[in-house]
């Protein structure tokens, strides 16, 4: 089994920047994909940003430019760069990992884009 545990969700103002993280612990191995889902209310899961293993990233266009994935495998970690936040990113932000053919999801962390 694989645990995620994100932190760094909350209530920031448009434009403004937040940092998540998620860390990956359990029967966990060095070939894998980190990723962030969000899903708003009524709305769809949908992919914000994934990085593979070896550093390659994806980004969703409306998120691109402004948000930035990073991991350190050595604490097997990745992080959601958030910038220049708008309203509209207001979602449960998830962490996924798919390891040994199996996709693992965190628990999810709120971020609120408000004035």
């Known amino acids: 089994q694989v645990q995620l545990v994100e932190s760094g969700g909350g209530l920031v103002q448009p434009g403004e920047s937040l940092r998540l993280s998620c860390a990956a612990s359990?029967?966990?191995?060095?070939?894998?994909?980190m990723a962030w889902y969000r899903q708003a209310p009524g709305k769809q899961r949908e992919l914000v940003a994934s990085i593979y293993s070896g550093g390659t990233t994806n980004y969703a266009d409306s998120v691109k430019g402004r948000f930035s994935i990073s991991r350190d495998n050595a604490e097997n970690t990745v992080f959601l760069q958030m910038h220049s936040l708008k309203p509209e990113d207001t979602a449960v932000y998830y962490c996924k990992r798919w390891d040994k053919g199996r996709d693992y999801w965190g628990q999810g962390t709120q971020v609120t884009v408000s004035s």
């Open positions: 359990g029967s966990i191995t060095k070939i894998n994909v």
